[in-house]
């Protein structure tokens, strides 16, 4: 017995004498296997943590464990978008069957109700803000309020009104200046540019005391649609019965704002979204700046895309101008100017970059030069070169104005388009083919706490599963019915998109009548509008019992399961009760639900593979090679051993005793370089995630590996298997040696 | 007189490509238990095959070896293996020793590959035999680090240190000068006295010849004769 143990003493004694005895091989196989194992524990160590990054970020913010959806869907589900747009999913007609049958099985805590779609958000454009202002003077001067303050503020918000008009005409003018005159677009443009040039007399604000409705009236129609740009967004919302929806994912959370009461209608917005679409550009920008600096060390000085940035801001004041009235203007030109310590009239060299313009317009515009002139007062001329200065940041004062901007300038101004509290209006052309709209309130801001700055979550934003359905516009059977006898009943009939007109209406008007403008009865208005109010608000004080939130339509739903590790067979369950309950759902787990964003990890999954299975396939060929050119050197020393009567097997054992050995070896020395390297990326603040995509997949703002005891394990293991297989072939040679051999001459 | 080694009408056919390379034809030969045998004869007459073929390294084309009582012909590859570790030393013209091991290694090799005996007593038997062969002092020392003579008395010292019944050498002496030759068959010699070990070696040097007390001659694969040693005057 203990001689057999002094047998493997000796054979791993030979092993260690063979291997140093040739230390340029053992170095080179050394090396081998040591990258390999390095790769192999690096690799495995940032898969594993990406994978749990991603579980975090997937399974924490929108696809729970598993997703279900309608089999015969064209589509595939895409949680977080796909490249073409959403998905197409069929509709899950009846979510309440779906909750029954699939909450009875086994591990399954709980089931959410989802529908994914775009839709349209109307956000109201500076110069909508700044006429219901004035809107909101004439009402209250026309109910009797006469007060100096209240004088006050309607003269500063007409001036206000009426700088904006002054800088409409400015665009108008440059877009006609490039615009082709032969064009039918030009009719259009004359029109508008005579509107501006009506609204920006001297005339029409003398007389707009005379009839202020009416006035408002011709601002809001004839002039206002002319700064239409920039007045609707795009939203990706996720309908949802909001309660479990919190419930289910624990990433999420509202930033500002509350969450939608229970039973509700509502929305929360996604703040990601708010601050990328809503929010000011140039506030955005100055935290774009700031975050850059904070995070990453970045200096305006050297960095391209940050003097960018500081260019466009200097160049984006206009914004900011548009939004203040005289009365504000001069409030923060004032405090600016403390603030920035600027004395007096310094200013003008500054040259700012709106000053001339304003000049060139006035030659061309309204004879009396009226918008221009009356920018408003002195203060407020100052507060452009004022801004200018503020926006010009360096690094030495940028933490100053970033501060300067956000307590003087932003209270001031509207900072996003949307805020708490507003409620807003959201269309989506619906399954029916119609433009389907509903209010909502604006609750809250939403986030998911780890990747609030990942646009890939963040652009999410929360809805109600009514306001969904009503956008959706599903027709159930039922529907379609009823429609189909509301049809009968009626003796309605399709007509051709060509004849439309004459069926309905007879011949064709033989000339367009002029039109006319008539003083609108705004107390009618107000009282019907009311009426309006109170029947939304009657709508979104609603509140919906778990029955109505649960007996409707849904796109997809959300599985959150007890015991995430027993994942697979649950999903096997669900797909078994779905075929039973004949639901017709396709199963799939988060990362396929995730998809696009899933795929990323597969991708990563499938480029380490293939680094590796190359990079061990090169080392089998490698050490194979190595071994077998060492073995065939050892001809006679093998034979002479077998000749004194060792056995075959003590041959093959003793070669691959000596690859393993180096194998395990430097395996572990691999293995021990790949803990000291992933500790170093961890020491080192971990992989900063440089996009949006990696800020989604990492769960956060770097990438800290963890070394699991698994990837050590596996890659010991994997390293020791591919060397000793590359030992097989030597080992073969050295077992086909005859003792003969021993007995050639060498020379 | 037993037999230790029986060749019987022992031929040994190679093929060469397609031509048949006949090294032994119809040998026959008896080997008696301490026996101190020399197999004579010119270079590429059949010595080294007869002496593969009686030290189980090579199966005859026809005919029998029986070594200490095995027909090697019905062996399998691990009995024959098995014999050659319990029954045969072996002494190789260029020393074979295993060159990463030190001399005391080399010595104890073939008792690790037997795996009976314990450390202690390995110790001991290594230890005697390095002495007998004097080269106690070099038992730490590498093969590389000794002279021709030095490594080929530690490769008898392996041969003899299992107790084996027979040694076989081939052409033990032919890379060492022919002083360090003397000295080493002077060895050979001493251990078969000593422990009666039967040693066959071949040789194509008459003086080393000399010390037999038998010699075969063999000429082209046929065995010429066998003669007596003191026919050629030994002494």
Redo the contacts between chains.
Sequence with gaps: MGARRDAVRVLLRIALRNLTAAPVRTGILGAIILVGSLIVVVGSSLLDSIDRGMRTSVQGSLGGHAQVYAARSEGTLELYGGLRGESLLEPIEDFAKVKEALSKVPNVKQVVPMGIDQAMVATGTTFDVALERLREDVRRMEAGDASAERLRLYASHQAHVRRMVGLLAEDIQQARAIADLESREIKSRMDEFEALRRAGSEGFWREFDADRYGALEFLENRVAPVAMENSFTFIRYVGTDVEAFFRAFPLAEVAEGRTIPPGRRGVLIGKQFAEEWLKLKNARRLDQIKDLRDRRGKQIAKDEELQRWVRDNRRGIREILLQLDPVSADEVAARLRAALGVEGRDLAPQGAPNTDRGSAASTDLAPQGAPNTDRGSAASTDLEPLLVRLFETTDEDFEAKYRIFYEVVAPRIRLYKINVGDTITVKAPSKSGYFGSVNVKVYGFLQFKGIERSGIAGMMSVMDLMSFRDLYGYLTREKADEIRRLKARMGAREVRREEAEAELFGAPAASPVATRSEPIDERGLVLGAADRAERASDLSSRVYSQEELDGGVALNAAIILDDPGALRPTMKAIEAASARAGLGLKVVDWQQAAGTVGLFLTLMRGVLLFAVVIFLGIALVVINNAMVMATLQRVKEIGTMRAIGAQRRFVVVMLLLEIGTIGIAFGLAGAALGGVVVGAIRALGGIPATTDMLYFVFSGPSLLPRLGTASLVGSLVLVVVVAVLSGLYPAWIAMKVTPVEAMATED | MNAIVSVKNVSKVYLLGKTEVPAVRDASIEVGEGEFLSIAGPSGSGK?TL??LI?C??TPTSGTVVVNGHDTGRLS??AL??L???TIG?I???F?L????SVF?NV????????????PE?RRRVEALLDAVGLAEHARHRPSELSGGQRQRVAIA?ALVTHPRLVLA?EPTANLDSRTGETIIDLMREMNRRDGTTFIFSTHDPKVMSHANAIVRIVDGRIAAREAAQAVGGR
């Design positions: 080294t002496l593969n030290g390294v090579d590859e691990r293996t098995d050659r570790l319990r072996f190789f013209q260029s074979n295993v060159p990463v091991l290694q104890e090799f073939p008792l690790l590959l037997q795996g009976t005996l314990a450390k390995r392996r081939d």
